[in-house]
Nanobody, 121 residues
């Protein structure tokens, strides 16, 4: 099965930067969607940035111009470069792949374990 391993979270001061990584283990037959979500305490999980086949990216209004999603095609790894961080960006960040592991498998969502990002004022 596919496992997503996240890294790169931590504590940073407002205005600082962090880079999150999400690496998929194993060989995946097809990936339909890759994205980063976040969930702050007491709030619902929200989509922050996504990357579709063909390289089309989308970023939520709250992070547009500050965050950038990218991909290493060879390693099935996605990144989230986060700049100009504010305390409102504090949350647990999750990556998600919508993928088919093997040709005979069904398409499903795979989630990373989550990584904490804390931005101090």
């Amino acid at each position: 099965q596919v496992q997503l391993v996240e890294s790169g979270g931590g504590l940073v001061q407002a205005g600082g930067s962090l880079r999150l990584s999400c690496a998929a283990t194993g060989i995946i037959f097809r990936i339909n969607f890759m994205g980063w979500y976040r969930q702050a305490p007491g709030k619902e999980r929200e989509l922050v940035a996504s990357l579709a086949p063909g390289g089309i990216t989308n970023h939520s209004d709250s992070v547009k111009g500050r965050f950038t999603i990218s991909r290493d095609n060879v390693k099935n790894t996605i990144f989230l470069q986060m700049n100009s961080l504010t305390p409102e960006d504090t949350a647990v960040y999750y990556c998600k792949f919508n993928a088919r592991y093997r040709m005979r498998d069904s398409t499903r969502d795979y989630w990373g374990q989550g990584t904490q990002v804390t931005v101090s004022s």
